[in-house]
T-cell receptor, first 111, second 112 residues
């Protein structure tokens, strides 16, 4: 059964550095998402992406964040100048209707 | 925007007993309510979902009920087994392709 994949599983970075989190959605899916979960808190929506552009973004998704689909398979989340409070689990998801399929997540630790 | 509240945060039951997890939502326009199970270190996986035109849905030992008037929905697991131990998340969404608003999660522990 096809699955959403994410790399890396764990990323450690210094405050102020840029990170790129990578996702490969399920191949025939049309909508892609990024969510994050700060330890002990709810899973929160960051951004949705359709037809090569952002369809919606939350107030969390400020100028520090960007998303890209650089080729036919990858979907990336870039965080510029990371802050301590960016430490969280980041989940990618994709869908072709209502059910969203989640990747295993990338744990980002900002030191 | 939507606000989804989930209770309890932890639930411990004896194997064979039933478990019930409850969620409330605030946006009357929400019409899709999935439940996800997340085992330790693994991805969230859909276990059951319900749409607002249905009051109840069942899949073997798992059922979900929805009360649109009261804006709450519940997950029922009967004859619990140790492998049901996980964190369960409810979510609400307006339409297909729309973002999910998640509850805070319930850690279910099924004691053998």
């Amino acid at each position: 059964e096809p699955e959403v994949t994410q790399t890396p599983s764990h990323q450690v970075t210094q405050m102020g550095q840029e990170v790129i989190l990578r996702c490969v959605p399920i191949s025939n899916h049309l909508y892609f998402y990024w969510y994050r979960q700060i330890l002990g808190q709810k899973v929160e929506f960051l951004v949705s992406f359709y037809n090569n552009e952002i369809s919606e973004k939350s107030e969390i998704f400020d100028d520090q964040f960007s998303v890209e689909r650089p080729d036919g398979s990858n979907f990336t989340l870039k965080i510029r100048s990371t802050k301590l409070e960016d430490s969280a689990m980041y989940f990618c998801a994709s869908t072709r209707d209502s059910e969203q399929f989640f990747g295993p997540g990338t744990r980002l630790t900002v030191l | 925007g939507e606000n989804v509240e989930q209770h309890p945060s932890t639930l411990s039951v004896q194997e064979g007993d039933s478990a019930v997890i409850k969620c409330t939502y605030s946006d009357s326009a929400s019409n899709y309510f999935p439940w996800y199970k997340q085992e330790l270190g693994k991805r969230p996986q859909l276990i059951i979902d319900i749409r607002s035109n249905v009051g109840e849905k069942k899949d073997q030992r798992i059922a979900v009920t929805l009360n649109k008037t009261a804006k709450h929905f519940s997950l029922h697991i009967t004859e619990t087994q140790p492998e049901d131990s996980a964190v369960y998340f409810c979510a609400a969404s307006r339409d297909n392709f729309n973002k999910f608003y998640f509850g805070s999660g319930t850690k279910l522990n099924v004691k053998p």
